[in-house]
């Protein structure tokens, strides 16, 4: 199961462009990273989801190099309501194993105005 | 509309007493999931479940119990073995798939206090 390292915290400012890394050294050939959100008091929500080079959807991009070693989410022009702890995971969740379940602390992500 | 529903909102409970949190889904999904979440904290897997009839303890399954009878319906029910049981608790489902992660739908969650 892989192991993922990222910050316990960022502040930025609205408008400001996010980028939080994500670490995870010993990543399988067959591990997604998959990174979610969460809001107090609410359950965490999927963002967005890569194996190689660069994803992007609507609210955010995922770069991967190419050792795969870590990535990187990109928040475009964040706003007060992007503030809220960002989870990344590797790992599958198919298959017999509980792998890709485990969502460690997170990032606490705080926009100031 | 589909999705993932979890009852109570918040539950109280006396010390000693079982008491057992509800999560349904209609989004036909095979995998079923029960996390804690303690304040500051990430989630951590107490019970998973990939088919009906069938489910796996998770990393903090001690004090824990479940059943998968049925495809959309996945109690979780916290013993009076559980020394720490006051947290909040979400239940999840994803498709299984075989080659990619899924993605996870989570429920609003129940939040246990225990008196």
């Known amino acids: 199961l892989a192991k993922t390292t990222q910050p316990i915290s960022m502040d930025s400012y609205e408008g400001q462009e996010v980028n939080i890394t994500c670490s995870h050294n010993?990543?399988?050939?067959?591990?997604?990273i998959t990174w979610y959100q969460q809001f107090p008091s609410q359950g965490p929500r999927f963002i967005i989801q890569?194996?190689?080079t660069k994803v992007t959807n609507e609210v955010a991009s995922l770069f991967i190099p190419a050792d795969r070693k870590s990535s990187t989410l990109s928040l475009p022009r964040v706003s007060l309501s992007d503030t809220a702890v960002y989870y990344c995971l590797v790992g599958l969740s198919s298959g017999g194993g509980a792998d890709g379940l485990t969502f460690g602390k997170g990032t606490h992500l705080i926009i100031q105005p | 509309d589909g999705g993932i529903t979890q009852s109570p909102k918040y539950l109280f409970r006396k010390e000693g007493q079982n008491v057992t949190l509800s999560c349904e889904q209609n989004l036909n999904h095979d995998a079923m999931y029960w996390y804690r979440q303690d304040p500051g904290q990430g989630l951590r897997l107490i019970y998973y479940?990939?088919?009906?009839?069938?489910?796996q303890k998770g990393d903090i399954a001690e004090g824990y119990s479940v059943s998968r009878e049925k495809k959309e319906s996945f109690p979780l029910t916290v013993t009076s073995a559980q020394k720490n049981p006051t947290a909040f608790y979400l239940c999840a489902s994803s498709n299984r798939g075989h080659s990619s992660y899924n993605e996870q739908f989570f429920g609003p969650g129940t939040r246990l206090t225990v008196l």
């Open positions: 890569g194996y190689k």
């Open positions: 479940s990939q088919i009906v009839n069938d489910f």
């Open positions: 010993n990543i399988a050939t067959n591990d997604y």
